[in-house]
């Protein structure tokens, strides 16, 4: 069963794919959307496959970062696979996140290229 809502992305709203340890079973389906739907900032683009081990989410990184995402889905009773390959894309996903998060709270630039008086 695949459960996938395609939304139009915002200007803060990136995608991830996320590998779990362990294949999703019917019932996980629900489960990891009740928890990842909780989440301010989540997107309810959301896919997920009984039988798959990844999961594509869809968030505001201005308010939500990898991190938190991933605790959710631990509390929640999901592992995320700790392999090599994976704790790279987790450290990349959680430096875009925080860039992106620090641009969304930065003062807008100067129009017209000329300096703030």
Known sequence: MTVSNNNAMSTWDVRRVIRLAG????EDVA???QALEALPGM?????VE?????????YDASRLDYTVVVTALEEAGFAVAKDLWNGLKARVYQFSDANARDNAKAPPPACCN???K
Do not use: E, F, M, N
Not at 23 to 26: E, S
Not at 43 to 47: A, P
């Open 23 to 26: 294949a999703l079973t019917p």
């Open 50 to 58: 009984a039988g798959s081990t990844q999961i594509t989410v869809v």
């Open 114 to 116: 000329k300096p703030p």
């Open 31 to 33: 489960d990891i959307r």
């Open 43 to 47: 997107s309810s683009s959301l896919q």
